[in-house]
């Protein structure tokens, strides 16, 4: 397989057909055609097929195709690593995290940053477990950072914990339930999470539950974003299991619910990145910063609670 090969059938895939393909791609439909059926030969695969309307990709056209993009991906990852050492401060830089520990340290971690790549282009994620670990064995982004869940098995990713967090349940400030409830009365309140099909707040919950002879709550709203999430915490009666990354939760706007029942919430925080590839220079910095600054954050809490 021949780099020219594989964008010839990427740029049929995007573009439905032979001649806007060729067209892109500044070639004539013959010499497409060429490179085409070349890959196919060397694959012994159809990997199109064509008709009256276009052409469309075979199941090994479509698993090719991914990979394909993998490779681009990676051979503009490399460019730009070989410009950055070469002193261009250029390229790009995409990762995800975790929300609520994004909301904690990102604003510093990008002022760090800056200092160093100036002109460095960033897209930054809200990111959640399920959704990362795919994001990065297709190269979307370059790393995450985010709860780890014991079960990432993707063949082309690796995981590195970096640091424990608990999680507690909280609610609004004023909750009727006070600062202490039993686990009855918190059973019976509406739960948030942001995910109801397994993983994270779900699992701590379901794990609750069990701990306590229960069935999960028969009112549970799933709402896989941070910011409507918080919004409902901090305007109804509702509650959730939140991480607790500084000494008030959620901006001084809620506050834990303490239950002699709920306890060892803890889960793992660290870093899901591809395991064939390396960060960028731009990439590892951003990784450090994040590093740096969770480590940090970690560390006043127990600074905190050891003044209690």
Request: with cysteine; aromatic share 4%.
């Amino acid at each position: 397989m021949k780099l020219h090969q594989l964008r010839a059938l990427d740029a049929v895939a995007r573009l439905g057909g032979i001649r806007a393909a060729a067209r892109e791609m500044g070639l004539t439909q013959p010499a497409l055609t060429k490179a085409l059926r070349e890959l196919e030969d060397a694959n012994q695969l159809k990997l199109l097929v064509r008709g009256h309307r276009g052409a469309s990709l075979t199941d090994a056209g479509a698993r090719l195709v991914v990979h394909g993009r993998a490779i681009f991906r990676e051979l503009e990852a490399a460019q730009i690593e070989m410009l950055q050492m070469a002193g261009d401060k250029g390229g790009h830089v995409s990762f995800g995290i975790s929300p609520m520990l994004g909301q904690v340290i990102i604003p510093e971690a990008y002022r760090a940053f800056r200092t160093r790549f100036p002109n460095v282009r960033l897209r930054m994620h809200e990111a959640f477990t399920r959704e990362t670990i795919a994001w990065v064995a297709d190269g979307t982004i370059d790393f995450a950072v985010v709860l780890l869940l014991g079960s990432e098995t993707s063949a082309n990713i690796t995981t590195q914990p970096w640091f424990d967090v608990d999680h507690k349940v909280v609610g609004r400030l004023g909750h009727p339930l006070g600062s202490r409830a039993s686990f009855v009365d918190l059973h019976a309140q509406e739960w948030l999470i942001t995910n109801a099909s397994g993983g994270g707040q779900f699992d701590l919950l379901t794990r609750l539950c069990a701990e306590n002879g229960m069935a999960l709550p028969e009112r549970i709203i799933e709402i896989p974003s941070l910011n409507l999430l918080q919004t409902m915490l901090h305007n109804t009666d509702a509650v959730a299991i939140s991480p607790i990354l500084t000494p008030e939760p959620s901006g001084n706007k809620a506050q834990i619910i303490e239950c002699d029942a709920v306890h060892g919430l803890r889960r793992q925080f660290g870093l899901i990145r591809k395991a064939d590839s390396q960060l960028g220079a731009a990439a590892e910095a951003m990784r450090d910063e994040v590093f740096r600054l969770s480590h940090q954050i970690m560390q006043n809490l127990r600074v905190q609670d050891a003044k209690k």
